[in-house]
């Protein structure tokens, strides 16, 4: 219930974008109260790394306040805010040269998880799932990820994928449909017993 | 799979995109193309894989936007350079509020014969210490003097004004046991007073009890007209019963008549009937 209204109050929060282009930091303060987990966790799902996305995530929302009283369609924020983020998000995969994911197996104390296999806590095992294919997903090509990321769990239609990044709807689809089957083919053959 | 447009319709149909009239064109094509269907079930399945990926939650920070210099210093780079700073400069930071408060404070260290002293204020040396013990010894015994003579004074003149106030309620008590012998009771008075007392009594009862009588006889009155209006009440509506009862009687008689004459006609033209064939 408190997500559904969360998802509300972001797709009306016009006046809060209207007065953050007037340099109403009270305003922008709120609006970034609205969309900051939306994008932590884009950015989360894109490096499966808690501090880059957090960098990522701050960043953007730096950049966001400076450059938004540029924005001439209120209407086109979300999409705007996607664009920023994704910049960023590819910016900082340049600047770390793709290095080596390990964080997302890393536990809130630093610890390693135990072994994956024959553990009988359902939640344990949920865990690992999820880390399983949050690291499954990081392998899949940058294209693909994105519009998966963007598709399966920022809810977008493909018109609006298409033209957050600037190509076609089929081009989209083509994508989301090879990143599938990639991601189809990690999952059979990671260690786990996931039969696809 | 006839051809490659199956993926774009196999998305559609996957994330719902389609119109209902498209759905239904595409279900059908799955039934006629097991390898489509394979394929979208395949696909589905992967997309509920995805579902276990859940939205974690995180807490936005400290607002720095409108601060871009804060912000990079965020860097993870600088982080690290700066990271060993913090304590130290936090502890600098410490000891100079420390110190800049002890010097306001006059807060001192010492040690004496006695230990370790800390304090506020000058330390005093032992020998300023014992000058302060003979002091302090004969400013008490000053200050307990003085409070004996004041309260040695306190009390005599409270024990004078009791004295006197004492002398002063004797006095008044034995004045009013004087008078009061001069007072002796009259028997004659006292029996008038009683028969007096009895009379009052006596009209105040004889009073009570009218009283009483006339309530009484109101409220039995009061509750016979009340009776009344209800006999009388449920006299009209027996009457208004019986006269209903009258009124069916009457037409259940006149549909008895009409019966019994409708009866005979059939009859009568029956006996006709026959008498001619």
Redesign the interface.
């Known amino acids: 219930m408190a997500e559904v209204l969360e998802n509300i109050a972001i797709y009306h929060s016009r006046s809060l974008i209207e007065k953050s282009q007037k340099g109403d930091?009270h305003a922008?303060?709120k609006l970034?109260?609205l969309w900051?987990?939306r994008i932590?966790?884009f950015s989360?799902?894109y490096f499966g790394d808690h501090?880059l996305a957090?960098?990522v995530t701050?960043?953007t929302?730096?950049v966001?306040?400076?450059k938004i009283s540029t924005l001439r369609d209120i209407d086109q924020f979300r999409f705007w805010l996607y664009k920023i983020t994704l910049n960023h998000c590819r910016e900082e995969d340049r600047r770390h040269n793709r290095k080596k994911w390990y964080s997302i197996f890393v536990q809130d104390d630093g610890s390693m998880p135990e072994s994956r296999i024959g553990n009988p806590e359902v939640e344990y095992q949920?865990k690992e799932?999820?880390a399983m294919?949050?690291e499954l997903?990081k392998r899949l090509p940058d294209e693909q990820k994105t519009v998966?990321i963007m598709?399966?769990?920022e809810g977008m239609?493909?018109r609006e994928i298409a033209d957050v990044l600037n190509i076609s709807e089929?081009t989209a689809?083509?994508r989301?449909?090879y990143g599938?089957?990639a991601?189809?083919n990690l999952?059979e053959k990671s260690e786990l017993n996931?039969k696809? | 799979m006839e051809n490659q447009d199956f993926?774009?319709e196999?998305?559609?149909y996957l994330?719902d995109?389609m119109t209902s009239g498209e759905r239904t064109a595409f279900e059908v094509k799955m039934e006629q193309d097991q390898a489509l269907r394979k394929e979208y079930e395949?696909?589905k399945?992967?997309?509920s894989?995805?579902g276990?990926?859940?939205?974690?939650?995180?807490m936005?920070?400290f607002?720095?936007?409108?601060n871009?210099a804060a912000?990079n210093r965020?860097?993870?780079k600088n982080r690290k350079e700066i990271i060993w700073l913090r304590p130290v400069t936090a502890v600098a930071a410490s000891l100079l509020i420390l110190m800049f408060v002890g010097y306001l404070t006059n807060f001192s260290v010492s040690i004496t014969s006695q230990g370790w002293h800390v304090g506020y204020g000058a330390i005093a040396t032992d020998k300023e210490i014992k000058n302060r013990g003979d002091e302090i010894k004969e400013l008490v015994a000053q200050s307990i003097e003085q409070n004996n003579k004041l309260l040695l004074a306190k009390i005599g003149a409270s024990d004078s004004s009791f004295q006197s106030r004492f002398a002063a309620l004797e006095n008044n008590v034995a004045k009013e046991l004087a008078s009061n012998k001069a007072k002796a009771v009259d028997a004659n008075d006292l029996k008038n007073f009683l028969a007096e007392l009895e009379t009052k009594n006596s009209e105040m009862w004889k009073g009570y009890l009218k009283l009483t009588s006339i309530q009484q006889q109101e409220y039995f009155k009061t509750m016979l007209t009340q009776f009344n209006d209800y006999m009388q009440e449920q006299r009209n509506e027996d009457l208004t019963r019986i006269q209903n009862n009258l009124v069916e009687l009457k037409e259940t008689q006149t549909i008895q008549k009409q019966e019994t004459d409708q009866v005979l006609t059939n009859l009568l033209a029956t006996i006709n009937y026959r008498s001619n064939k």
């Open positions: 930091e922008y303060g970034v109260g900051y987990k932590y966790n989360l799902k501090d957090m960098e701050q960043q929302f730096i966001v306040f400076q949920k799932k999820a294919i949050a997903l998966m598709k399966e769990f239609k493909f089929n689809k083509s989301l449909y599938l089957k991601l189809k999952l996931y696809i | 993926k774009k196999l998305l559609d994330y995109e395949a696909l399945q992967v997309k894989q995805l276990e990926l859940h939205d974690k939650d995180v936005e920070p607002p720095v936007w409108s871009p912000a965020r860097n993870v």
